[in-house]
């Protein structure tokens, strides 16, 4: 079975700062990850996402995310906060290859402060 | 490809009425997955689809809630009767499902229950 823990439900960094938002998954297998962002009332949008090529992924928006298989962990960092990164993320973990689901995390609120 | 189309986008009825949710998958993709988003419980899936047939519809909170997909294009998620606690924006997503198993988002439906 597979699961999906965001360590944080808000985040609050100044605006120019780095950004960091935890993710740690577990599965039976070699798992696909993906971090998903909403605006406010918006749909989902795809950030980046990982499928066992490089570990380092770069997304859209200067996001990026590191897949760590000995943490289980695939965090999103970005250098430097804009006010327009203000907006829910979810990191998801799935395996479709293997008929499992796709499962999303609570969701992590990032505030930017000016 | 117009992407995932859901109708409507908004909904409000009164509680013991029936609603019906449609959505559209991408062409191609063999995958489609219901999903609810609460304040509280943020993104549940409710049941997915693999080449219109049900796969899992262990996250349809009750008997009251039931899925079909009659055909690869369409998909409808029924509550009858409704309740407000049913209030909700509803997602209805799709994917190829091999390799590239990233899911597509349409707009939502935000229903309310009054």
């Known amino acids: 079975a597979q699961s999906v823990t965001q360590l944080d439900s808000h985040v609050s960094v100044s605006e120019g700062t780095p950004v960091l938002l935890r993710c740690n998954y577990s599965s039976s297998y070699s798992p696909s990850l993906f971090w998903y962002v909403q605006h406010p009332n918006k749909g989902l949008q795809l950030l980046l996402k990982?499928?066992?090529?490089?570990?380092l992924v770069k997304g859209i928006n200067g996001f990026e995310a590191e897949f760590k298989k000995s943490e289980t962990s695939f965090h999103l960092t970005k250098p430097s906060a804009h006010m327009s990164d203000a907006a829910e993320y979810f990191c998801v973990v799935s395996d479709l290859n293997r008929d499992d689901k796709i499962i999303f995390g609570k969701g992590t609120r990032l505030h930017i402060l000016p | 490809d117009a992407g995932v189309i859901q109708s409507p986008r908004h909904e409000v009825t009164e509680m013991g009425q029936e609603v019906t949710l449609r959505c559209k998958p991408i062409?191609?993709?063999?995958?489609l997955f219901w999903y609810r988003q609460t304040m509280m419980r943020g993104l549940e899936l409710l049941i997915y689809?693999?080449?219109?047939?049900?796969?899992?519809d262990s996250g349809m909170p009750e008997d009251r809630f039931s899925a079909k997909m009659p055909n690869a294009s369409f998909s409808t998620l029924k509550i009858q009767p409704s309740e407000p606690r049913d209030s909700a924006v509803y997602f209805c997503?799709?994917?190829?499902?091999?390799?590239?198993?990233?899911?597509?988002f349409g707009q939502g439906t935000r229903l309310t229950v009054v």
């Open positions: 689809f693999n080449n219109n047939v049900p796969i899992d």
């Open positions: 062409s191609g993709h063999d995958y």
């Open positions: 997503a799709s994917s190829r499902g091999t390799g590239d198993t990233e899911a597509f």
């Open positions: 990982y499928t066992s090529a490089a570990t």
